[in-house]
């Protein structure tokens, strides 16, 4: 098992989503992603577009917003099933037993999770993605992709 990693720097939203719809496409299920960063990092962002490239459909058809308050956000596709998921909120393994997180993880889709740092249940992830705001709009995108 081999890791690959590049690293990103975007200037505005829209290219955080460009990045996203990037990644999105070359992706196959099932794919996890974990992604980690602060409050107002770009995760969100960022889903929306690998959501964009993953389904071809533009972000403001899929209406992908973030699931701090739901914690489970289900989008169909044509390519199957994109489940994202925040664990901002979720402290203990017993939280996310209850939401039907490790059911999720054996599903054929793709799942995107955020703040994935607080993660307790295992799982294999495709790509560990780590976003960090700099100045103004900027962001850092640290992408590790894990060969198998």
Same mark, same amino acid.
């Given at each position: 098992?081999?890791?690959?990693?590049? +690293?990103?720097? &975007?200037?505005?939203?829209?290219? &955080?989503?460009?990045?996203?719809?990037?990644?999105?496409? @070359?992706? *196959? +299920? $099932?794919? =996890? +992603?974990?992604? /980690?960063? %602060? !409050?107002?990092?770009?995760? *969100?962002? !960022?889903?929306?577009?690998?959501?964009?490239?993953?389904?071809? %459909?533009?972000?403001?058809?899929?209406?992908?917003?973030?699931? &701090?308050?739901?914690?489970?956000?289900?989008?169909?596709? $044509?390519?199957?099933?994109?489940?994202?998921i925040d664990l901002y909120r979720? @402290?203990?393994?017993?939280?996310?037993?209850?939401?039907?997180?490790?059911? #999720?993880?054996?599903?054929?889709? !793709?799942? +995107?999770?955020?703040?994935? /740092?607080?993660?307790?249940?295992?799982?294999?992830?495709?790509l560990l993605i780590h976003l960090?705001?700099?100045?103004? @709009? %900027? %962001?850092? #995108?640290?992408?590790?992709?894990?060969? =198998?």
């Amino acid at each position: 098992m081999t890791n690959k990693s590049k +690293i990103i720097t &975007t200037e505005s939203e829209e290219e &955080t989503l460009e990045v996203g719809r990037k990644i999105g496409k @070359d992706l *196959t +299920i $099932p794919c =996890t +992603i974990l992604m /980690e960063g %602060r !409050l107002g990092a770009g995760k *969100t962002s !960022l889903t929306r577009g690998i959501v964009w490239g993953f389904s071809g %459909r533009d972000p403001r058809e899929t209406n992908v917003h973030s699931p &701090t308050f739901s914690l489970v956000n289900q989008y169909e596709s $044509p390519k199957g099933m994109i489940y994202h998921i925040d664990l901002y909120r979720l @402290d203990s393994l017993s939280d996310q037993y209850s939401i039907g997180l490790e059911e #999720i993880l054996y599903e054929e889709a !793709l799942i +995107i999770i955020e703040w994935s /740092e607080k993660l307790l249940i295992q799982t294999e992830q495709n790509l560990l993605i780590h976003l960090k705001s700099e100045t103004g @709009d %900027r %962001r850092r #995108i640290t992408i590790i992709c894990r060969d =198998t």
